[in-house]
T-cell receptor, first 112, second 111 residues
Framework: KQEVTQIPAALSVPEGENLVLNCSFTDSAIYNLQWFRQDPGKGLTSLLLIQSSQREQTSGRLNASLDKSSGRSTLYIAASQPGDSATYLCAVTTDSWGKFQFGAGTQVVVTP | KAGVTQTPRYLIKTRGQQVTLSCSPISGHRSVSWYQQTPGQGLQFLFEYFSETQRNKGNFPGRFSGRQFSNSRSEMNVSTLELGDSALYLC??????????FGPGTRLTVL
């Protein structure tokens, strides 16, 4: 059974610092890994999708890496801003049938 | 392009009642997935539909059911509501079941 873990559960950094968020999964036979952010009481916003054949994806200040053999993904957010404060979730799927297994998330607070 | 829409946004029901939630995917997307989010259990997969067929199902009791229409809109139904069904219900759409785009959710409160 696939299990997804995100450590730490919470993180507080001053504005301008780089953020490093970790995600680990137990079954390396993944199809896709996707990173999301969630603001309180809201839905999820897709940040980056990494397909199993890819090692990393980049979008603006965000960069996500994937190491299937070690069962890890890391999300880097450069030069954090207070608007980056949110809960960040990673999710993996082992097929193309839309069933994602989510981690519990990392709650990030960026202080001005 | 319009995003995923969910209706209603908020619902209050009492134990024993049933509820129907609706999800309209992004235009052109044929896959719709449903998730339940609670503080204790996090995000849990309910089921996924593609072209009106349920392709995948999570570990929820039979009180939770869903369907998808020919226009890809989807509904989920929960019968005989229990207090533990109080949650944020999220729907996600994708073109083939790959990158997921989520709606704002329906907040269900069971009293």
């Amino acid at each position: 059974k696939q299990e997804v873990t995100q450590i730490p559960a919470a993180l507080s950094v001053p504005e301008g610092e780089n953020l490093v968020l970790n995600c680990s999964f137990t079954d390396s036979a993944i199809y896709n890994l996707q990173w999301f952010r969630q603001d309180p009481g809201k839905g999820l916003t897709s940040l980056l999708l990494i397909q199993s054949s890819q090692r990393e994806q980049t979008s603006g200040r965000l960069n996500a890496s994937l190491d299937k053999s070690s069962g890890r993904s890391t999300l880097y957010i450069a030069a954090s801003q207070p608007g980056d404060s949110a809960t960040y979730l990673c999710a993996v799927t082992t097929d193309s049938w839309g069933k994602f297994q989510f981690g519990a998330g990392t709650q990030v607070v960026v202080t001005p | 392009k319009a995003g995923v829409t969910q209706t209603p946004r908020y619902l209050i029901k009492t134990r024993g009642q049933q509820v129907t939630l609706s999800c309209s995917p992004i235009s052109g997307h044929r896959s719709v997935s449903w998730y339940q989010q609670t503080p204790g259990q996090g995000l849990q997969f309910l089921f996924e539909y593609f072209s009106e067929t349920q392709r995948n199902k999570g570990n929820f009791p039979g009180r939770f059911s869903g369907r998808q229409f020919s226009n890809s809109r989807s509904e989920m139904n929960v019968s005989t509501l229990e207090l533990g069904d109080s949650a944020l219900y999220l729907c996600a759409s994708s073109s083939r079941g790959d990158e997921q785009f989520f709606g704002p959710g329906t907040r269900l409160t069971v009293l």
